[in-house]
């Protein structure tokens, strides 16, 4: 039975299916939390906010507008995000911060999550502090205001950055 089968029945409360979903995809769902987080603690907990989450809305996944693990996938990422920002709000430094944002750049770079060769390739022409903000906002979450305050940039600065180096990117896919 395949990961689109087992929502399904999620969906309809079935707990065995529900059982065998997180037995077939929790490692990656973990993988990706702690990727983020870089904390086994951390990571096991959106982890297991992620499949509460999976859980309550199994009903809502559209298998049309893509896979049950792209969907997954979004859930965590989103509850990573949520707990980096929760996090912050807590008062790190931003000292602490700027490691952890280096920390996922390397990760990311080093995982190469989910992109093909062609997009890594594009992502490598970039001047690396394009790069680097556009792996942050988009992998990690981090919102404009943040990466401002992270590398200590004007904002409109950081917005510039980052839609200069999304339009190389465009470019280069385009070829």
């Not at 940039?153 to 980052?162: A, D, H, Y």
Request: charged share 25%; net charge neutral; with cysteine.
């Amino acid at each position: 039975m395949n990961l689109e089968q087992l929502l399904e029945q999620v969906s309809r409360g079935d707990e065995d299916a529900f059982r065998r979903l997180y037995d077939e995809t929790s490692g990656k769902i973990h993988a990706i939390a702690l990727m983020m987080l870089k904390s086994g603690e951390s990571a096991e907990e959106v982890v297991q906010e992620t499949y509460i989450k999976i859980w309550r809305q199994a009903p809502s996944y559209d298998a049309n507008k893509g896979t049950a693990m792209a969907w997954m996938t979004t859930i965590v990422r989103r509850q990573a995000i949520d707990r980096i920002r929760s996090i912050q709000r807590q008062g790190k430094t931003e000292g602490a911060l700027s490691q952890q944002a280096e920390l996922m750049v390397n990760d990311i770079v080093n995982s190469k999550t989910d992109l093909d060769h062609h997009i890594w390739s594009c992502i490598s022409r970039l001047t690396a502090e394009r790069a680097t903000l556009i792996l942050l906002a988009f992998f990690a979450g981090y919102t404009h205001e943040e990466l401002a305050q992270n590398t200590n940039k004007p904002l409109g600065t950081v917005k510039s950055s980052i839609r200069r180096g999304l339009m190389s990117l465009k470019e280069c896919l385009e070829i």
